[in-house]
Nanobody, 127 residues
Framework: QVQLVESGGGLVQAGGSLRLSCTAS????????MGWFHQAPGKERKFVAA????????YYADSVKGRFTISRDNAKNTVYLQMNSPNPEDTAVYSC????????????????????WGQGTQVTVSS
């Protein structure tokens, strides 16, 4: 069992910066691909970014590429999402997720690929 707890959300002005953190319990964190997803009110959950267990590969949604950076510290059981130059369209609840199962051809961009989810943290970007 893995428990994920997000933190760092809040209100930020467009063009500012914000760093989200997701801390995991359990010894399996270093084996997990980690992902960030967001969900705005009335909209479906969308992929934001993912990072493989070693941190050697990262994946981004086109909408955040060049603005957001995902990273991890396996010694701290924590994955981060650095949000630079956010815009109002980034306003959503951001959730982290852990994938422990063997990867499939679907890749880390699908929510159905993940086994555990955090409760989410609200990010609001003001214009």
């Amino acid at each position: 069992q893995v428990q994920l707890v997000e933190s760092g959300g809040g209100l930020v002005q467009a063009g500012g910066s914000l760093r989200l953190s997701c801390t995991a319990s359990g010894r399996t964190f270093s084996s997990a691909t980690m992902g960030w997803f967001h969900q705005a009110p009335g909209k479906e959950r969308k992929f934001v970014a993912a990072i493989t267990s070693s941190g050697g590969s990262t994946y981004y949604a086109d909408s955040v590429k060049g603005r957001f950076t995902i990273s991890r510290d396996n010694a701290k059981n924590t994955v981060y999402l650095q949000m630079n130059s956010p815009n109002p369209e980034d306003t959503a609840v951001y959730s982290c997720a852990a994938r422990l199962r063997l990867p499939t051809v679907a890749g880390p961009r699908l929510a159905t690929e993940y086994d555990y989810w955090g409760q989410g943290t609200q990010v609001t970007v003001s214009s």
